[in-house]
């Protein structure tokens, strides 16, 4: 059902050639019986997917779906780390270098005392190898705590206590929540869709990007703000580039 939700949300969204900022502002998605209930979600009978309003706040555009609540945690567990470097990786194009070798384990108590995930996690920071990746990935991560680790909303972490979800990035910005990342991943649409934009394009090409071809996504993301960023502007954007225009075909 998560699976379906997604694939359901995105073809919507380039059969009706929406803006690509709509991915993260929708306020609609698509639900069973089944995923209605476990997002709770009234009113929604049957087997049959169909399109439901939501407020945007819990649900709405991929950052509310239990597909991406659901890869980005551990078994047992949400992970802010996994979540921020997916959103790094996916909605802004910004990767975060890998770990160094020998990383410690997160220490899940000191003087005997239980720690919180966002404890620990301020713990394993205070390794400058670590501070590196994790300053710009757990601020992210810690913003999409309020889902569990099957996309459940919730008001109280694995431990019971209040779910802290505000953050603050490396560059001083500050937001709190799914809906205040959301905010700042729209006030940014160039990031967002530069990498919408670079991933259609690898797609298109076959391989991956060069440093080559970063004049080209950029003028693709310019030339399509006109347009409200729409899928179609992204696309002829592409199969218009000399990139596309000189790929190498092996048939």
């Known amino acids: 059902a998560f699976r379906r939700e997604t694939e359901l ?62 890869v980005t945690s551990y078994p047992n567990r949400t992970s802010p780390v996994l979540r921020g470097k997916w959103v790094l990786e996916n909605l802004l194009g910004a990767p975060p270098p890998e770990p160094p070798p020998n990383i410690p ?3 899940e108590e000191r003087a005997g005392e239980p720690l919180s995930l966002r404890q620990a996690m301020a713990q394993h920071r205070e390794n400058p190898a670590c501070s590196v990746c994790h300053a710009p990935m757990d601020p992210i991560g810690f913003s999409l705590q309020n889902y569990d680790a099957i996309g459940s909303w919730r008001d109280l972490n694995e431990a019971g206590s209040p779910v802290d979800a ?57 030339d399509s703000a006109g347009n409200d960023y729409r899928w179609s502007s992204i696309i002829l954007g592409i199969v218009k580039s000399r990139p596309f225009y000189m790929r190498r075909s092996d048939s």
Do not use: C
Not at 23 to 35: F, G, I, K, P
Not at 37 to 49: K, L, M, Q, S
Not at 179 to 201: I, Q, S
């Open 105 to 107: 384990a997160l220490e």
């Open 9 to 70: 949300f995105v073809g919507n969204q380039l059969r009706e050639d929406a803006s690509l900022l709509e991915m993260l502002s929708a306020d609609y998605t698509y639900v069973n019986q089944r995923l209605a209930d476990h997002y709770g979600i009234p009113n929604v009978y049957g087997n049959r997917f169909r399109r439901v309003s939501v407020d945007g706040l819990e649900r709405g555009g991929l950052l509310g779906q239990g597909s991406v609540m659901t």
């Open 166 to 222: 505000s953050g603050i990035l490396p560059d001083g910005a500050g937001f709190n929540g799914r809906a205040g990342l959301r905010d700042m991943l729209l006030d940014r649409p160039g990031d967002f869709v530069g990498t919408v934009a670079e991933k259609l394009l690898m797609y298109a090409l076959g391989r991956d990007t060069e440093y080559y071809d970063t004049p080209v996504v950029r003028k693709i993301v310019r």
